[in-house]
């Protein structure tokens, strides 16, 4: 199977989810919660890194619990800038 290549907005939503898991770790180590949420460091480390720009859901999801952060609020905080200024989800 040939995986599309993602355009640059999915790629810029995936920096500012991986900036906001960035800030929400704080002072945590990378390690801490990477094993809180049951992924791997290195898993973490891509996503925070915008290397895996498209985390599965459920990735997103124990990342978030381990955070203590709300999917809801995390949908709002990556959603796509549309050209009017307004917030936009793709889907």
Do not use: W
Not at 53 to 79: M, N, Q, Y
Request: aromatic share 4%.
């Amino acid at each position: 199977m040939v995986r599309v290549p993602l355009t640059p907005q999915e790629r810029e939503r995936g920096e500012r989810f991986g900036a906001l898991l960035r800030e929400a770790r704080g002072d945590r180590s990378m390690v801490d919660v990477a094993a809180a949420a049951g992924v791997s460091a290195e898993t973490l480390r891509k996503i925070e890194t915008g290397r895996a720009p498209t985390p599965a859901f459920f990735t997103v999801a124990a990342l978030a619990h381990a955070l203590h952060l709300s999917l809801d609020d995390l949908a709002v905080a990556c959603a796509e800038e549309s050209g009017d200024g307004e917030q936009a989800m793709s889907a």
